[in-house]
């Protein structure tokens, strides 16, 4: 009886050094695998939605001459008067489009945006051959910009970097209105205008399939000849619009891959 207890103390004694939790009473099962968290994959393509803000510089070239040639039937006026608007105000909109990742960093891909917006702003202008008060009121709102752009990043996994660049529009209305030696006046100009943009960001992917980014944007629509018309007094002429715009855009982005 002796010999059979020693044996089996001798037999839980070297079970113990093999096997330290078995000795314990513990299930000595191998613990489960470290779950495995892919790296985020850039490549594919995207949809989503932005807000933000909005700055404009829209310079009118001569409502002044527009105004008094006009209703005085005559080349009158002397020197040349711009008018600068400076619109300001709030974006919506959405966009869309695909990246490709071709190295473990670097990424190119496209996208088109449209954002609306509430930019306006206005300014009056003296008449110098009116009576006296007399002047005008220059008023320039944009309604709308889309863009159809490139954009190379720089991803560090759930980060991407990226500047961005291509062709936009933009779809202004403006209005030159007030009286004049007693003749009350109201012209009114539509134009759709294409330029360029440049503009950097910053994206983080935040959940699975969802990203955010705030991005910078400038604008340069160029000059372009608007056709200012007044449908009461029948009268017609061209002023000149040079427009800029800065915007700042804050995006969530839904990846579908």
């Known amino acids: 009886m002796n010999k059979r207890l020693l044996l089996a103390g001798a037999?839980?004694?070297?079970?113990?050094?093999l096997n330290p939790a078995a000795a314990?009473?513990?299930?000595?099962?191998?613990?489960?695998?470290?779950?495995?968290?892919?790296?985020?994959?850039?490549?594919?393509?995207?949809?989503?939605?932005h807000l933000g803000g909005a700055w404009a510089d829209i310079d009118v070239r001569d409502p002044v001459q527009l105004v008094q040639d006009q209703i005085l039937a005559a080349p009158l006026t002397t020197g040349v008067t711009t008018t600068a608007t400076g619109p300001g105000g709030f974006i919506v909109g959405g966009q869309i489009g695909c990246d490709y990742q071709f190295s473990p960093n670097l990424l190119?891909?496209?996208?088109?945006?449209?954002?609306?917006?509430?930019?306006?702003?206005?300014?009056?202008?003296?008449l110098p051959l009116g009576f006296p008060g007399d002047h005008a009121d220059v008023a320039a709102r944009t309604d709308m910009i889309p863009t159809l752009t490139a954009r190379l990043g720089y991803s560090l996994d759930r980060?991407?970097?990226?500047?961005r660049g291509g062709a936009a529009w933009a779809s202004d209305a403006l209005s030159v209105k007030g009286t004049f030696q007693g003749t009350p006046f109201?012209?009114?100009?539509?134009?759709?205008?294409?330029?360029w943009t440049v503009g950097a960001g910053v994206e983080r992917a935040i959940w699975e399939h969802w990203?955010?980014?705030?991005?910078?944007?400038?604008?340069?629509?160029?000059?372009?000849?608007?056709?200012?018309?007044?449908?009461t007094l029948g009268l017609s002429a061209p002023v000149?619009?040079?427009?800029?715009?800065?915007?700042?855009?804050?995006?969530?982005?839904?990846?579908?891959?």
């Open 159 to 163: 980060w991407l970097f990226y500047a």
């Open 240 to 257: 000149d619009v040079r427009q800029t715009v800065q915007m700042i855009r804050l995006g969530l982005n839904f990846h579908p891959w």
């Open 186 to 195: 109201d012209f009114q100009g539509l134009d759709l205008r294409a330029g």
């Open 11 to 17: 037999a839980l004694s070297l079970l113990g050094k």
């Open 211 to 231: 990203s955010v980014r705030l991005e910078y944007d400038y604008y340069d629509l160029g000059h372009e000849s608007v056709l200012m018309s007044d449908s």
């Open 24 to 49: 314990d009473g513990v299930d000595g099962a191998a613990p489960p695998p470290v779950a495995f968290i892919e790296p985020w994959r850039w490549s594919g393509c995207y949809g989503g939605l």
């Open 108 to 126: 190119l891909g496209f996208e088109g945006s449209v954002s609306a917006t509430t930019l306006k702003g206005s300014t009056n202008v003296g």
